[in-house]
T-cell receptor
Framework: DVKVTQSSRYLVKRTGEKVFLECVQD?????MFWYRQDPGLGLRLIYF???????EKGDIPEGYSVSREKKERFSLILESASTNQTSMYLC??????????????FGPGTRLTVT | QKEVEQNSGPLSVPEGAIASLNCTYS??????FFWYRQYSGKSPELIMF????GDKEDGRFTAQLNKASQYVSLLIRDSQPSDSATYLC???????????FGTGTRLLVSP
């Protein structure tokens, strides 16, 4: 079974703090993604990565950065947390093998509250 | 127009009935379509995907795709209270490996 893990289920940070969210997958997947999910807005893509040290902006990258130094690990960084970044953060991975439909598998999520 | 549209619901069905969840999309180049189930406070889990016109069955679930009419649906037969969740429709656009998600339909199955 695919396993995607995230470093924290719940996190409370103060405005202006630098926040690190970690995601690890154990299936040798090439692609990894970071989303945030807010009521009424659905899942919105922040950043994604197709390979080690490679990153692409998603739909809402402002205020975030990412790092992928190893294939299995994809980190989301909030440079200076703000209250409007309070949200559920979801990591996902997929494996673009031939014949794959690029289905994504999600981690359990991190509920971040910025006060 | 949103790329992926779903009725937010809630869709209420009695236990044992067929639940029908629908999704329409705007990009005719979309190639693959996915249904995810998300329980409250949990992350989405993949139910099934479909990329050819017609029906695809997996247990109590059937996905239906009609590319000409640009809709995809999910039927849940013999609905159970444990099926109560939000169902997310997603698609993959041509040439990309990203998924675009709808905002989900909330399903309530009453005993």
């Amino acid at each position: 079974d695919v396993k995607v893990t995230q470093s924290s289920r719940y996190l409370v940070k103060r405005t202006g703090e630098k926040v690190f969210l970690e995601c690890v997958q154990d299936m040798d997947h090439e692609n990894m993604f970071w989303y945030r999910q807010d009521p009424g807005l659905g899942l919105r893509l922040i950043y994604f990565s197709y390979d080690v040290k490679m990153k692409e902006k998603g739909d809402i990258p402002e205020g975030y950065s990412v790092s992928r130094e190893k294939k299995e690990r994809f980190s989301l960084i909030l440079e200076s947390a703000s209250t409007n970044q309070t949200s559920m953060y979801l990591c996902a991975s997929s494996f673009p093998r031939q014949g794959s439909s690029y289905e994504q598998y999600f981690g359990p999520g991190t509920r971040l509250t910025v006060t | 127009q949103k790329e992926v549209e779903q009725n937010s619901g809630p869709l209420s069905v009695p236990e044992g009935a067929i639940a029908s969840l629908n999704c329409t999309y705007s990009d005719r180049g979309s190639q693959s379509f996915f249904w995810y189930r998300q329980y409250s406070g949990k992350s989405p889990e993949l139910i099934m995907f479909i990329y050819s016109n017609g029906d695809k069955e997996d247990g109590r679930f059937t996905a239906q795709l009609n590319k000409a009419s640009q809709y995809v649906s999910l039927l849940i037969r013999d609905s159970q209270p444990s099926d109560s969740a939000t169902y997310l429709c997603a698609l993959m656009n041509t040439g990309f490996q990203k998924l675009v998600f709808g905002t989900g339909t909330r399903l309530l199955v009453s005993p």
